[in-house]
């Protein structure tokens, strides 16, 4: 970051944005003083900061609000405020705590009793408290990381209504997120970041908005998009597909084409692999697999045989109690049944069997295999009957870390012979062994389309 400019009034709800994780974490390391700078001028209140004192000066005037929690579970409301009594002495008396908690509690319209434990609040009700606990302590700036939280429409309009309360005691509040419609439903202002620098300021106007929406694809997203777009036959496409917390989901996925989407939130991951499951249906929109639409588990004419879904522990797919012929077969029922117990079908099993490992094991059961040769085996099964579409959630972290590299190998075979990849990682971690296309999902808006 080189070129970073940035002006916040009392009062302000200003929106933090950009295409690229690690500019918003510098940002936020920036604004809550736990990272230094290099040059510039940093003022607060109008009073110029000089290093090395505006770290320690920036870090009592700041309060950051995430998803890591920072009042206690298992204590009540009123007991996380009175622990912040050291600091301030608005709680000096046990029997008058309460009553000024409420009283305070009221003037931000937070509508709980103070005897609630914190364990049984909801996140928004969360953030409310934290942010009351910031004015309690004088904090004139909120920073409010929304990156990896999950808000449904109600909790947005609730978190709205606060804000604005929040606002009238002039304080500011500076909201984190790569979500576009969600940073311009909250904010009046927002500061967009892109490749280490501000670009600008702007107004929440729907105009702007329109604008950030079609440049939020950089040019090489673009060319990557469109490369995919001209090779290899598309065969796994959402069209329009809503689900509550990741409505408006389009993009497609071509022969032997992988692609990686990262999706912050765990909530939302679990929606999308169950939908992917045919646990769920969709609010709206349509699934295709080749000409044929997707449907739920239970539905007439779902091509559920051309979709695969592995999901963590991998191994747990497995049958221990059976040999590893009959994991192989078990698998190939899974996508045609009846024709496992074939003899041709058979002895091309064991055949490739053979191959694979380099002596036939069929018959052997799987407790007396190596944990390489039965990772071997939850991978190549399917390498082996080459379903249309396998879908991965965080194909790499469920594996052992001496074995990861022949993660890549397996799903380079797969692509190989044409199946269509779509892995989910529920993290921003970057996976250098994989080429393909990387879709970031936020909560509520397909953020991110990019090269590997």
Not at 152 to 160: D, I, M, T
Request: net charge positive; glycine share 6%.
């Amino acid at each position: 970051m080189y070129s970073i400019f940035l002006r916040v009034f009392a009062g302000d709800i200003m929106g933090i944005l950009s295409d690229n994780h690690p500019d918003l974490e510098n940002m936020l390391g920036i604004v809550s003083g736990r990272k230094k700078i290099d040059y510039g001028r940093v003022y607060l209140k109008e009073t110029l900061l000089r290093e090395p004192e505006n770290l320690p000066v920036l870090k009592e005037q700041v309060t950051v609000v995430s998803s890591k929690a920072a009042l206690i579970p298992n204590l009540t409301i009123a007991q996380n405020m009175f622990a912040i009594q050291r600091k301030t002495n608005i709680f000096f008396r046990k029997k008058e705590s309460e009553f000024k908690l409420r009283k305070y509690m009221d003037l931000f319209g937070i509508r709980l009793s103070v005897d609630t434990p914190v364990k049984k609040l909801d996140i928004v009700q969360r953030i409310e408290l934290e942010i009351l606990k910031a004015w309690l302590l004088k904090h004139p700036i909120i920073l409010l990381d929304l990156r990896s939280i999950y808000l449904s429409e109600e909790e947005l309009q609730a978190l709205k209504r606060y804000l604005c309360r929040y606002r009238n005691h002039e304080c500011a509040v500076l909201i984190f997120d790569q979500n576009i419609n969600r940073l311009f439903f909250l904010t009046d202002k927002i500061s967009v970041l892109s490749g280490g620098k501000t670009i600008g300021n702007f107004l929440c106007e729907e105009q702007i908005r329109q604008k950030l929406l079609k440049l939020y694809l950089s040019p090489k997203a673009k060319e990557t998009s469109a490369a995919a777009e001209k090779s290899g036959k598309k065969i796994f496409s959402l069209e329009h597909v809503n689900l509550p917390g990741l409505p408006e989901l389009n993009f497609s996925v071509r022969a032997g084409e992988t692609v990686l989407l990262q999706i912050p939130d765990w909530r939302a991951s679990e929606k999308l692999i169950a939908l992917f499951k045919g646990e769920i249906q969709q609010k709206s929109g349509e699934i295709w697999i080749g000409k044929n639409k997707y449907q739920a588990k239970g539905a007439a004419n779902g091509p559920k045989q051309s979709l695969v879904v592995m999901e963590p522990p991998y191994l747990g797919s497995l049958f221990y109690n059976l040999n590893v012929y009959d994991n192989f077969c078990i698998a190939r029922g899974c996508i045609r049944k009846g024709l496992w117990s074939d003899k041709k079908c058979r002895q091309s099993v064991r055949e490739y069997i053979r191959k694979i490992f380099g002596r036939d094991i069929s018959e052997r059961k799987l407790s007396e295999l190596s944990p390489g040769e039965t990772q071997k085996l939850v991978w190549f099964r399917w390498i082996f009957y080459a379903p249309a579409v396998l879908v991965c959630a965080d194909p790499f972290d469920s594996a052992d870390m001496s074995l990861r590299s022949d993660v890549e190998e397996y799903l380079s075979l797969l692509a190989g012979r044409g199946t269509a990849l779509v892995l989910i990682a529920r993290s921003d971690r970057t996976y250098s062994g994989i080429r393909g296309r990387c879709i970031r999902i936020t909560d509520i808006f397909q953020a991110q389309s990019k090269g590997l």
